[in-house]
C-alpha cells in the first residue's frame, strides 16, 4: 500500500509492545512530516542508548559503566537484595522508596513452554551473590503472574539448598493477581514491601 520504506518503518514501530497496525501508521506518518532533525533525533537517541547502555556485572539492571549506580551507592545496603524480572521492574520499586537494598535483574521468569529454563535467567549469579558475601535476604519481586510465581518457587528452593542462613522473602499479596509490577503504582508496592512474608 505504501512506500517500501514507510511500509518498513510501519513495521518497526509496530513490533514495539502495545503499538498496533494502526498506532504504527501513524506515528510513521508523524515521523514523515516531522523535520529532519526532529526525526533523526529519535534514530539516534536509539542508536546511542544501544551504543552506551549494557547491563550492570554484579545485578544485571542497565548500567552505562561496568557497574549500574546502585551497586556503586555505598549507602545501600548490601545484606538484601531484591529480585526482578527486568530492568524495567527496578523503577517502581526504586519510586515506592521502600527498599534500600541492591538488586539482582533475572533477565526474564522460568517458563519451561517457551523455552525459558534455569540456564537462560541469572539464577546461578544470584545464587553465588547471595551465598557470599554477608547477604542475609532475598526479596522475590518476580511478577504475580504464573511464570513469575513458579520462578519465585524455584529460586526459593536453589537458596534453600545453596544459601541455607538467607531468609527468602516475597512481596505481600495486594498486587494485582497477573500482573506487572512495572504497572504497579508505589503506594500499593511500599505496601507490599512492608508486608513481604517468608517463602
Ligand atoms: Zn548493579
Redesign the pocket.
Known amino acids: 500500500m505504501f512506500a517500501a520504506p514507510v511500509n518498513r518503518l510501519i513495521t518497526e514501530l509496530a513490533r514495539l509492545p502495545g503499538i498496533g497496525q494502526r498506532t504504527a501508521q501513524r506515528l510513521a506518518f508523524h515521523i514523515l512530516s516531522a523535520s529532519e532533525d526532529e526525526a533523526l533525533a529519535l534514530a539516534d537517541a536509539i542508536r546511542e542508548v544501544k551504543a552506551t547502555v549494557g547491563h550492570?556485572?554484579?545485578?544485571?539492571?542497565l548500567?552505562t559503566e561496568a557497574?549500574?549506580r546502585?551497586?556503586q551507592d555505598e549507602r545501600r545496603e548490601a545484606a538484601i537484595i531484591c529480585v526482578v524480572e527486568q530492568p524495567s521492574d527496578v523503577i517502581p520499586i526504586e519510586r515506592s522508596g521502600e527498599f534500600h537494598g541492591?538488586?539482582h535483574v533475572l533477565g526474564g521468569a522460568l517458563s519451561p513452554i517457551d523455552g525459558v529454563d534455569p540456564e537462560d535467567l541469572h539464577i546461578a549469579e544470584l545464587l553465588e551473590r547471595a551465598s557470599s558475601n554477608g547477604v542475609t535476604e532475598v526479596v522475590v519481586a518476580t511478577n504475580a503472574t504464573t511464570t513469575g510465581e513458579a520462578t519465585a518457587l524455584y529460586l526459593a528452593d536453589a537458596l534453600r539448598e545453596r544459601a541455607p542462613s538467607v531468609t527468602v522473602t516475597r512481596l505481600a499479596s495486594g498486587l494485582p493477581v497477573g500482573s506487572d509490577l512495572e504497572y504497579s503504582d508505589e503506594i500499593t508496592l511500599g505496601r507490599a514491601f512492608r508486608g513481604r512474608r517468608e517463602l
Not at 550492570?56 to 539492571?61: A, I, L, M, R, Y
Request: proline share 0%.
Open positions: 550492570c556485572e554484579v545485578c544485571f539492571n548500567a557497574t549500574c546502585i551497586c541492591r538488586y
